[in-house]
């Protein structure tokens, strides 16, 4: 068992409470290994040799290496995948007060997570935090990570529901799910409460904060599971596993005729359709930038991607234990048994024959196994970002992803392994 690459991924997502620190995260990390910050808003002077990355409302991130070979003839080799998961974001006036003793906040679900998942455990809460500045147009921004327990979901006792273990008991997103931030005592001043709170944790005044976009996280560590730690448990591996597979890759990958390209995208979990989604024109403008940069023309650019090959990596589902019947009955991915190339007839996902094919060969080539889903005919399955992206670009391009149980679960579980397995395609990926 290579627990290695599956230790550092832990390390990452722990680190990484929100998207915005996932994103801080990788920045951090490329800035260390000779990376250089490029701005969207400023000129680009791109080099062979160089290695460049530009974020977007800091919470995606695009980082490439441009390829020693000809752009338009070598293309781009791409890895993308999601840097947000579900979770619940403080509303605005959060601050609920229950017969005076407790104090309570208002939250609004995002994406789809296991609501049941979130109960009765630690949780604390870590986002993005808008500051006054001298541009009205441009507010300061700073990021804040409460980093202790601080609040609680507390389920109701089953005295008071009986039937609670049986199918179909359904959850308020507005009744059930709020969390409880404390008591209240003779101290408590209900205006600005929490932003007051805010303030304290990043000492500074009040009434410098302009706005926040803060979410709740469950504050337990991720850690291994299993006889032989066969098992990494922990949350929002859908998809920072595969963000911090790419990276990894990234960095670990030689300099090769094409540009490899890795994209985190946000707002997967909810539909991909704003400026930092996949939905955007964000990854297709890069594209543009970076032909143009190497001196390309718009000719140039076409053929540059008529040659590229797009990894689509997102978490996929593992045969479940408990729950045989619900998998395809030919195709079980099992845990530790390899990334799983994800196929749908009817193109959920971007995955052909074709583009099979290539992955399966990458995966030979890497010395690691790989594997296959497709959804069992009756149940309606998930979609990707792959298919998004191509409606800004038309590459080839596969679906894959770590075989994993519990998807939005608060705590998911995943194989160590294949942590380790994916890494080694990605890489070999960037390294053809
Ligand atoms: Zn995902």
Redesign the pocket.
Known sequence: MEKEAAQELIQFINESPTNYHAIQNIKRELTEQGFKQLFSGEAWHIERGGRYFVTKNHSSLFAFVPGKGDVAENGFKLIC??SD?PTFRIKPAAEMTVEGKYLKLNTEVYGGPILYTWFDRPLSMAGRVLLKSDNPLKPAVRFVNFKRPLLVIPHIAIHFNRTINEQGNPLSRQKDMLPVLGMINEHFEKDNFLLKLIAGEMQIEPELILDFDLTLYDYEKGCFTGLQDEFISCGKL??LA?VHAGMKALLASQDCDGTKVLAVFDN??VGSGTKQGAGSPMLRTIIERIVAGLGGSTEDLHRAIHHSFMISA??AHALHPNYPEKHDPTNHPVMNGGPVIKLNANQKYVTDGDSAAVFATVCRMAGVPYQTFVNHSDMAG?S??GNILLSQMELRGVDI?NPMWG?HSVRETAGTQDHDYVIKAFTTFYNI
């Open positions: 995948a999601h998961s859908d998809d595969m997967e979990e997102d978490m998930g990707t970002l992803g998807m």
